[in-house]
C-alpha cells in the first residue's frame, strides 16, 4: 500500500513565525501536491511537483513556498504565518503526471495564533 | 473540467448495499469519473475510477451509464466505517489537480 505521511497531524504556530510542514510518500511517485481544506471552500491546490527540484504554482500559492530536494519529500513552508493560513494542510502523491489516483496524508491542522 | 452533482447525503443500513449517485451530464469524451472518500478528520482516500466501462475492485463498484453522463458508486456490504463524505470528480487532461466538491455525505446506521 502506498504511504504517505505528514510530520505532524496538530500544530501550533504564532503569527510571523516560519512554518515547514514536511510530506513523504514511500512508493517512488513522481508527483507530490500541497492542498489545504477549509469548511465550506473544500480542497484548494497551494503546489506541485512532479520532479525532484521542480515545482508548479497552484490556485492559491500567495504566502507558501515549497521544496523537494529528494523524489520522497516535499515540503510546504510558510515563511512568515498569518491567522488566515489557520487550515487543515493535506498532501498527495501520484504516480504520474496524468493519474488522478492520489493517495493522500492524514493532514496536518495548523492553528496560527 | 465537468461538473458534478451529487446528492447532499444519504443513509443506508448497516450490511446492506450503498449506491451513491453522481451526474456529470457535460462530461466530455477523455474525462474519466473518479470517486474518493474522506473520513472525518482524515486525508482523502482514493476508491476507484472509470472511463466508460463498469469497474470494480476491493472496494467498490462502479456503474457508468452508457451515455456516460453519470455514473453510481456501490459500496456492497456497508459497515459503520463507511460513513464519510464521497466525492464523485470528473478529471481529465494532465493539470494533474482533483477538484473536490461538496460530495455526499454517507451515513451507514446500525
Known amino acids: 500500500d502506498v504511504k504517505v505521511t505528514q510530520s505532524s497531524r496538530y500544530l501550533v504556530k504564532r503569527t510571523g513565525e516560519k512554518v515547514f510542514l514536511e510530506c513523504v510518500q514511500d512508493m517512488d ?39 523537494r530536494e529528494k523524489k520522497e519529500r516535499f515540503s510546504l513552508i510558510l515563511e512568515s504565518a498569518s491567522t488566515n493560513q489557520t487550515s487543515m494542510y493535506l498532501c498527495a502523491s501520484s504516480l504520474d503526471f496524468i493519474s488522478y489516483e492520489q493517495y493522500f496524508g492524514p493532514g496536518t491542522r495548523l492553528t496560527v495564533t | 473540467d465537468a461538473k458534478t452533482t451529487q446528492p447532499t447525503s444519504m443513509d443506508c443500513a448497516e450490511g446492506r448495499a450503498a449506491n451513491l449517485p453522481c451526474n456529470h451530464s457535460t462530461i466530455s469524451g477523455n474525462e474519466y469519473v473518479y470517486w474518493y472518500r474522506q473520513i472525518h478528520s482524515q486525508g482523502p482516500q482514493y476508491i476507484i475510477h472509470g472511463l466508460k466501462n463498469n469497474e470494480t475492485n476491493e472496494m467498490a463498484s462502479l456503474i457508468i451509464t452508457e451515455d456516460r453522463k453519470s455514473s453510481t458508486l456501490i459500496l456492497p456490504h456497508a459497515t459503520l466505517r463507511d460513513t464519510a463524505v464521497y466525492y464523485c470528480i470528473v478529471r481529465g487532461g494532465s493539470q494533474g489537480n482533483l477538484i473536490f466538491g461538496k460530495g455526499t455525505k454517507l451515513s451507514v446506521k446500525p
Not at chain 1, 473544500?42 to 512532479?50: A, K, P, V
Open chain 1, 29 to 67: 511517485h513522481e508527483n507530490m501536491f500541497w492542498y489545504r481544506q477549509d469548511p465550506g471552500l473544500g480542497l484548494r491546490l497551494i503546489y506541485f511537483s512532479y520532479d525532484v527540484k521542480m515545482k508548479e504554482k497552484g490556485d492559491i500559492p500567495e504566502g507558501y513556498s515549497v521544496s
